[in-house]
Nanobody
Framework: QVQLVESGGGLVQAGGSLRLSCAAS????????MGWFRQAPGKEREFVAGINWSGDRTYYGDSAKGRFTVSRGNAKNTVYLQMNSLKPEDTAVYYC???????????????WGQGTQVTVSS
């Protein structure tokens, strides 16, 4: 089992930036796909970005393209989500997840963090 802990959320004005971190521990995660998802109140969980563990493949949801960047740390046990040009509609709880398949579907990710709140004010 992989344990995931997110951090870096907070309150930011529209147009601002935040960097989320996801620290992984437990089983080796060298073969895992890491994903970022978000969920706003009353809405379904939405795929934001994903990265394979070698870092040479990344993919993004439509809402993140051109504004967000997913990356991994040099220690290979941390994944980041750099969010720029934030909009009020980006307000949500952001989750880090680990899975085995390169997919945007939450059902294919077996390990999840507790989430971190991102609030963007207008």
């Amino acid at each position: 089992q992989v344990q995931l802990v997110e951090s870096g959320g907070g309150l930011v004005q529209a147009g601002g930036s935040l960097r989320l971190s996801c620290a992984a521990s437990g089983r080796t995660i060298s073969s895992y796909i890491m994903g970022w998802f978000r969920q706003a109140p009353g809405k379904e969980r939405e795929f934001v970005a994903g990265i394979n563990w070698s870092g040479d493949r990344t993919y993004y949801g439509d809402s993140a393209k051109g504004r967000f960047t997913v990356s991994r740390g040099n220690a290979k046990n941390t994944v980041y989500l750099q969010m720029n040009s934030l909009k009020p509609e980006d307000t949500a709880v952001y989750y880090c997840a680990a899975g085995r398949v390169l997919t945007t579907s939450p059902s294919h990710f077996g390990s999840w963090g507790q989430g971190t709140q991102v609030t963007v004010s207008s």
